[in-house]
């Protein structure tokens, strides 16, 4: 009852967050459902429906078949499909009731690849979680199946179901092979970044995925690839060429440390938004490109020895402090609220603009990670949200419009920033250009 949410609508839920890594990639998606689950996801989480399209459809599950287990059903219906549409791969999904019945996706996925000789992935997705879930869930997913061929470190379970191999030619939209977004080669003056994260559950629809592209290419660093905004399957398969990934969003953490791990890739976690946060994040960049630690893109403050996830090996953390400016406008406490890398990066936005008072960072969607700060706070629902303000003393919230629902927060300045994993398409265009509008601006 702790999560019962009392202020606040239902976020978007794990399956959302592997939908929206999954729209660019021509995939067939089965969200193994009665319906609801696979029309929430397209009614209200996933904004690009009309700048492109993708086939998700809902396998209609029926309450005997969910009872009596009868997976070959479904399994017989998605085989179908995918013969008849010819995706470049498969992802089934799980919601709620098969979640509770204990569905086998990653064996039915086995089940349909075999039937069909399309690559398949099973997302045991629950419903319960948010959506930061699926995308480490998708990310993760995307790394083992179709990484460079060879990999054994990237082959999922080993058992010998192939990988894709880099593409032979140029990519879809013209470039030559190797390149990124912008058309322009990596090279030791211009490093090759992946963006991991990228989604519009926590960017919105707009302009803020070319937005990020562009000021990464102005700072000298060619994009890899975007994970998963205009992402493609060869763009996947090129994933261990890049010299750094950068992690924009908290969902993305765990596959950073995954491609750390099988590449020697190091990452960058933080965004750099318009001001001087932009160029303490492509400063990182160029630094770990160079060969060294993976870090943290913030400005100054303590941060936590110890957490639940997204832990960096002390001998690799990085702490960038910044000094601060005494004129700014001082004593006044701000509390951050949405998802853990944007929150953190406005805080060292502030930070980095002379703000001195204290700035606090809340997320309702997952667990504290390796960045976070003494006193920031992973909430467990909205009530615990409302408790913190009303404590907190907080004259600013930074968060999503739907806060002023919150008691406590009308009381507060309120720096309205729209998150679509909330609020969906409500405050679509209150989604800030994080990467070209200065957001202290708005303090």
Request: proline share 7%.
């Amino acid at each position: 009852m702790a999560r019962l949410s009392l202020f606040l609508p239902s976020f978007a839920a794990d399956y959302s967050g592997v939908c929206s890594c999954l729209f660019d990639l021509d995939a067939l998606v089965v969200v193994a459902d009665a319906a609801c689950c696979t029309r929430n996801y397209i009614d209200y989480d996933e904004p690009r429906w009309s700048r492109g399209k993708t086939t998700t459809l809902c396998a209609q599950l029926r309450t005997l078949d969910v009872v009596m287990g009868d997976e070959a059903k479904t399994v017989a219906k998605v085989a179908a499909a995918a013969r008849e549409l010819e995706p470049r791969m498969v992802a089934l999904l799980g919601s709620p009731v098969p979640a509770i019945t204990g569905m086998d996706f990653r064996g039915m996925a086995h089940d349909i690849e075999d039937a069909t000789g399309v690559p398949a992935l099973g997302f045991a997705t629950t419903g319960f979680a948010t959506y930061e879930r699926g995308l480490d869930l998708a990310h993760r997913e995307l790394a083992e199946r179709f990484g460079p061929a060879g990999d054994g470190m990237l082959r999922g379970a080993g058992d010998g179901r192939p990988a894709l191999a880099p593409p032979a030619r140029p990519t879809a939209d013209g470039r030559p092979e190797g390149t990124g977004p912008c058309g322009l080669a990596a090279s030791p003056e211009r490093p090759a970044v992946n963006v991991l994260g990228l989604t519009p559950l926590d960017f919105g629809g707009g302009p803020n995925a070319e937005d990020l592209r562009e000021c990464l290419d102005g700072a000298g660093l060619a994009v890899n690839a975007t994970w998963c905004m205009g992402l493609s399957l060869e763009g996947v398969a090129q994933v261990g060429k890049a010299s750094v990934n950068l992690v924009v969003s908290a969902g993305a953490l765990g596959v950073a440390q995954v491609l750390e791990r099988a590449y020697g890739t190091p990452y960058v976690v933080g965004l750099p938004l318009a001001g001087a946060q932009a160029g303490l994040v492509c400063e990182a960049l160029r630094r770990a490109a160079r060969g060294g630690a993976s870090s943290y893109a913030f400005a100054g403050g303590p941060h936590a020895e110890s957490c639940d996830a997204g832990v960096l090996p002390e001998s690799s953390r990085t702490v960038f402090d910044a000094r601060m400016d005494a004129s700014g406008a001082g004593g006044e406490a701000v509390l951050v609220v949405g998802d853990w890398v944007c929150a953190a990066s406005v805080r060292s936005a502030l930070r980095l603009s002379g703000w001195s008072g204290p700035v606090t960072v809340a997320s309702l969607c997952g667990q504290r990670p390796g960045f976070a700060e003494p006193g920031d706070v992973a909430l467990a629902g909205d009530a615990d949200l409302a408790a913190l303000v009303a404590r907190g003393g907080f004259s600013v919230v930074v968060g999503d419009p739907l806060l002023a629902r919150i008691p406590g927060v009308p009381g507060a300045r309120h720096v309205r920033t729209a998150h679509p994993a909330v609020s969906s398409n409500l405050f679509a265009k209150e989604v800030p250009r994080y990467f070209v509008d200065d957001i202290v601006r708005r303090f």
